[in-house]
Nanobody
Framework: QVQLQESGPGLVKPSQTLSLTCTVS??????????WNWIRQPPGKGLEWMGV???????YYSPSLKSRTSLSRDTSKNQFSLQLTSVTPEDTAVYYC????????RGQGTQVTVSS
């Protein structure tokens, strides 16, 4: 059974870079059938897809976040990561890693607050 777990700082200052890591257990991130996503949910709003890293390492990003978002992976640790640069308070959200774009199978989420 695949499980995902997000980790990273819960508080980031404006203009800094938000960095999160997702550890996957019960399945390999290099399995061809799946791709690995980051999704977020700001307070009072719906889920927002941010980007995906495929089994071959290729990446795709939401057009609205593309200029600030980078996904990477460490296959030796079965982890993939998110970096979001130049954050503002509007980036405050619960961040999820997920095995699908809709977030049907996702981690428990981690709260990230952008504040000075």
């Amino acid at each position: 059974q695949v499980q995902l777990q997000e980790s990273g700082p819960g508080l980031v200052k404006p203009s800094q870079t938000l960095s999160l890591t997702c550890t996957v257990s019960g399945g390999s991130i290099t399995t061809n059938y799946y791709a690995w996503n980051w999704i977020r949910q700001p307070p009072g709003k719906g889920l927002e897809w941010m980007g995906v890293i495929a089994a071959d390492g290729s990446t795709y990003y939401s057009p609205s976040l593309k200029s600030r978002t980078s996904l990477s992976r460490d296959t030796s640790k079965n982890q993939f990561s998110l970096q979001l640069t130049s954050v503002t308070p509007e980036d405050t959200a619960v961040y999820y890693c997920a095995r699908d774009q809709a977030g049907t199978l996702r981690g428990q989420g981690t709260q990230v607050t952008v504040s000075s």
